[in-house]
């Protein structure tokens, strides 16, 4: 009889721990989970009560932020922001280390930085894309811009011209880049290193009989190299890189090759995402699965609770792993170092960067900005903050209880037989 009440607490135990859709996994705390980090930004850092757009990590680690000044989203259209737009954070003390961009645009949106340092920057209003390069000598970005592509002001079609370009990104082994036509149009232009137009695709289907159903505001776009194989022979591959579309209204992202051949696609029911927007993504490598992972955010408008979902890329499928909550501290007034003691929930995030899956940043642009980091701490961890409280074993460790109850089953078969 012992038996039989043990293994059908070890079968509830087991069926409990198993992950299936975004909402399971949200429940799951095997995993281990991020959290808000309320000590960064640093307190001590001033108020900066301005539009956020968009965050990125450059290759000294630290943060920069792309934003729309103090006016934010109120100031006229055709006005250039006067003051800096872009703010290099310290990743460990949250300090603002230095600033830069004044005078240059009207709303500035993606931000790219590659492996020299450069930096790409996309104005949905300007309907441009701008490369500014990386001086050495003055650890700073020249003013003036090495390329431009897109006419001031003009929404247009065609090679070199864009209609309010949302994203871009660039491919570190060829130097060519990829613009996310954006707004008004619905698709995807590559450039080589020197701005030269190579080519232009738009949304798949992996149902070739029905036309694929275009991008609904094709929002963001991410990289992800292959790091591992599923080789049988265990011969090492020649390096291949997959490009993630954020197709925002759609609640979508659709995956590419680099010659724009569609892949596969990580659907809003997948996402759990059939009401909301997916707004961006961001990708780290991870020896489990062949293209890494890629960190999706979400949200809803006006109102909802906004997500981040981790999702596992191979070659032709992906995994959902975990889904978790994106608060925020909540604060009378617009600005980095919020210290409120009751969190809210996020609903529009906007851009999320990371460079190993560890820290997290996010940043708001729904309303002033709202940019803040998330800390992961693995189970093991969490475990051991909960030593002594009667449910940390079972919240904390379903599959450990499960093996320990396993060897009880088979020691108790063992002296029945």
């Known amino acids: 009889m012992l038996r039989f009440v043990i293994l ?13 859709t975004v909402e ?3 429940k799951n705390k095997t995993l281990g989970e991020y959290s808000l980090d309320k000590g960064w930004p640093h307190k001590n850092v001033s108020d900066l009560q301005v539009f956020g757009s968009s965050v990125t990590i450059d290759n000294s680690g630290n943060i920069v932020l792309l934003h729309r000044g103090f006016q934010g989203g109120s100031k006229p259209r055709n006005s250039i922001i006067h003051e800096n737009t872009v703010a290099i954070i310290d990743k460990n003390t949250g300090k603002i280390l230095r600033e830069w961009g004044s005078n240059k645009f009207l709303k500035p949106h993606g931000l790219f930085i590659n492996k020299d ?22 650890k700073q970005w020249n003013n003036e811009s090495s390329l431009v592509i897109g006419e001031p002001f003009v929404a247009g079609y065609g090679h070199y011209r864009f209609c309010s370009p949302a994203d871009i990104v660039e491919d570190p082994e060829t130097g060519n880049f990829f613009v996310a036509d954006g707004y008004c149009h619905s698709r995807v232009v590559k450039f080589d290193k020197n701005g030269k137009y190579l080519l232009e695709f738009g949304a798949g ?11 609904n505001v094709t929002h963001a776009l991410a990289l992800a190299k292959r790091t591992s194989t599923n080789s049988t022979h265990g011969e090492i591959e020649q390096p291949q890189t997959i490009l993630l579309v954020v197709d925002r209204d759609s609640a979508r992202i ?28 961001a990708t780290v490598t991870a020896k489990n699965f062949e293209f890494g992972q890629a960190f999706i955010i979400k949200g809803h408008v006006p109102v ?25 501290q909540k604060a009378p007034t617009p600005k980095l170092n919020v210290t409120s003691p009751k969190d809210v929930k996020l609903s529009m995030p906007h851009d999320i960067a990371t460079k190993n899956g560890k820290e997290i940043y996010i940043v708001e642009a729904i309303n002033d900005l709202t940019l803040q ?25 379903p ?13 108790i078969h063992t002296a029945i037989m």
């Open 399 to 411: 599959k450990t209880l499960l093996t320990v109850i396993n060897l009880i089953i088979m020691t």
């Open 373 to 397: 980091r998330y800390v992961w701490a693995d189970a093991k961890s969490i475990a051991k903050q909960h030593v002594g409280k009667s449910s940390s074993v079972m919240t904390r460790c």
């Open 117 to 138: 340092g450069d930096l790409f920057i996309t104005d949905t209003v300007m309907h441009q894309i701008f490369k500014f390069d990386w001086d050495n000598s003055t």
């Open 205 to 215: 289907s992996s149902d070739l009989s029905i036309p694929p159903i275009p991008f």
């Open 304 to 328: 909802g609770e906004a997500k981040m979902v981790i999702v596992g890329l191979q070659a032709k499928n992906f995994t959902i792993i975990s889904s978790h909550p994106i608060m925020k």
């Open 8 to 20: 059908a607490f070890a079968i509830k135990i087991s069926s409990s721990s198993s992950l299936k």
């Open 24 to 26: 399971d996994i949200s």
């Open 254 to 281: 659709q995956i590419f090759d680099l010659n724009g051949t569609f892949l596969y696609e990580i659907g809003a029911s997948d996402l759990g995402s059939e009401h909301a927007m997916i707004l961006s993504v």
